[in-house]
């Protein structure tokens, strides 16, 4: 019996010794489970710390930097666009703005030439008589370019530059030395075909036309039967010169310096007015500076002279 006891206590420090195994190993187990689950914890930890702290920040700061140098790089691209554009184009930027806000010695798209060029001295109620008689003369103009050739009549007789500002320079001073305001025809055409030489034929060839702007002054007998000019664009008036004086102007008296009035009566596509000034370039030197001529609803009246030689 005491054997048998012996073998139960035995059995007991067995099932102790096993209980305490399991504990043992349970602990250890469990110690260990929450051991790697540590691990994980300091992997995971890790983990973010990686992501916080290394590569990424590194990255997201080198993405933000590169941004900002883009920008920089940008703004310093914008900054030269801006500060060099001026630099090479003040001038021609301001010319270009005077030009569009009434400085015709540039080219230009106007049509009429037209505005008041002179000193205004104030309202006049009513329409003046004007102190010196206004005359409407019809007379042949001296070159009719649209006279027929006396080499072919189908061809009409052709004149060199020179030949038409000779006329031009005579036509002034047959108007200029009237003691009255003469006003005569004016044909304003594209495309002449001017000799190049006074000897060359009035055939048109290749090598003795110069096509250009012309303005005649009188009288063309044949305008609208000359094949010729059709479809060209043309400007058909009346022109007066305005001699130094003091002008009564739709209610406005101005005082205006010498210039040729152009009124319209009949127009064919354009003409811009920078071609008519180079037209009255032979007499820049006596006419009104840069303004030698204006485009006008009706004639001027003058009221009071101001020159005796103008």
Known sequence: MANDLDDILNDEDDLASFFEEDATDGDDDLASLFAEEDDDSDDLASFFADDNDTEDDADLASFFDGDDDDN??????????????????????????????????????????????????????????????????????????TKSSKEDHRNVKRYTKSELDEQLKRDYKYMLGKPYMVIQPVTIMADYPYKKKKSNSDAIESYNVEYDYALVIGKLLKWRSTEQFTRKPYKLGEIMYMKRGVYWVNGTQMRMEPHFAIVLHRSYKRIKTKRIRDMLAPLKQRLRTGKPFSIYKEFPILIERTGVFS
């Open 72 to 145: 920089k790089e940008e703004e310093n691209d914008l900054a030269s666009f801006f500060a060099e554009e001026p630099s090479g184009t003040d001038n021609k930027d301001t010319t270009d703005l005077a030009s569009f806000f009434g400085n015709d010695d540039d080219d230009d798209d106007d049509d009429d030439g037209g505005g008041l060029f002179g000193e205004i001295l104030g309202a006049v109620s009513g329409k003046p008589e004007p102190i010196l008689p206004y005359k409407k003369e019809k007379r042949k103009a001296k070159l009719d370019v």
